[in-house]
């Protein structure tokens, strides 16, 4: 059965570095997102992602973070200079048309020291 | 903005029904989703609705009324493995948010 998938399932960093969570959706679904679980807190929306471009962002995205899609068949989350307080669960989803439900990847789990 | 509310925690025993009410309020609406979530793991589909109405799925039902901005998921013959996080979920076309979560904890 298709699933989505995310790399690395942990990753540890140092404050400030840049990190780059790589997902891989349902090869043809055409709507993307990621989100975030900061431990024993809800599933938090990031960015949706469509028709190559982002459709909608939340006030947690700003200018630190960024999406690609830069293959075809990766998306990618990436964090400029990570902060303490991005350690959290990232979660990547994927869904084929607007009104279908969306398949979430197994999540990475950032750690940052 | 959006505002989405759920209870915190129910509790129930093994063989029983727990309805999980939401309220929502939200910037554009196409339709509702419930997932469940297990401690440390992904959401998990369980169920869709788009018309006002009861949509029915084994032992798992919701209902939804767009007027009243108002959704349930009943979960019946509850089993131990039903222990989880349920997750209800207003979207738009481009965003699926997620209420807080209501914790179910099955007893036996």
């Known amino acids: 059965e298709p699933e989505v998938t995310q790399t690395p399932s942990h990753q540890v960093t140092q404050m400030g570095q840049e990190v780059i969570l790589r997902c891989v959706p349902i090869?043809?679904?055409?709507?993307f997102y990621w989100y975030r679980q900061i431990l024993g807190q809800k599933v938090e929306f990031l960015v949706s992602?469509?028709?190559?471009?982002?459709?909608?962002k939340s006030e947690i995205f700003d200018d630190q973070f960024s999406v690609e899609r830069p293959d075809g068949s990766n998306f990618t989350l990436k964090i400029r200079s990570t902060k303490l307080e991005d350690s959290a669960m990232y979660f990547c989803?994927?869904?084929?048309?607007?009104?279908?439900?969306?398949?979430f990847g197994q999540g990475t789990r950032l750690t940052v020291v | 903005g959006q505002n989405i509310d759920q209870p915190t925690e129910m509790t129930a025993t093994e063989g029983a029904i727990v309805q999980i009410n939401c309220t929502y309020q939200?910037?554009?609406?196409?339709?509702l989703f419930w997932y469940q979530q297990h401690a440390g793991e992904a959401p998990t589909f369980l169920s869709y609705?788009?018309?006002?109405g009861l949509e029915e799925k084994g032992r798992f039902s919701s209902f939804l009324s767009r007027s009243k901005g108002y959704s349930y998921l009943l979960l019946k013959e509850l089993q131990m493995k039903d222990s989880a996080s349920y997750l209800c979920?207003?979207?738009?076309?481009?965003?699926?948010?997620f209420g807080a979560g209501t914790t179910v904890t099955v007893r036996a």
């Open positions: 989803a994927s869904k084929i048309q607007a009104n279908t439900e969306a398949f």
């Open positions: 090869s043809n679904h055409l709507y």
């Open positions: 979920a207003p979207h738009n076309d481009y965003k699926l948010s």
């Open positions: 609705n788009v018309l006002d």
């Open positions: 939200t910037s554009g609406f196409n339709g």
């Open positions: 992602f469509y028709n190559n471009e982002i459709s909608e």
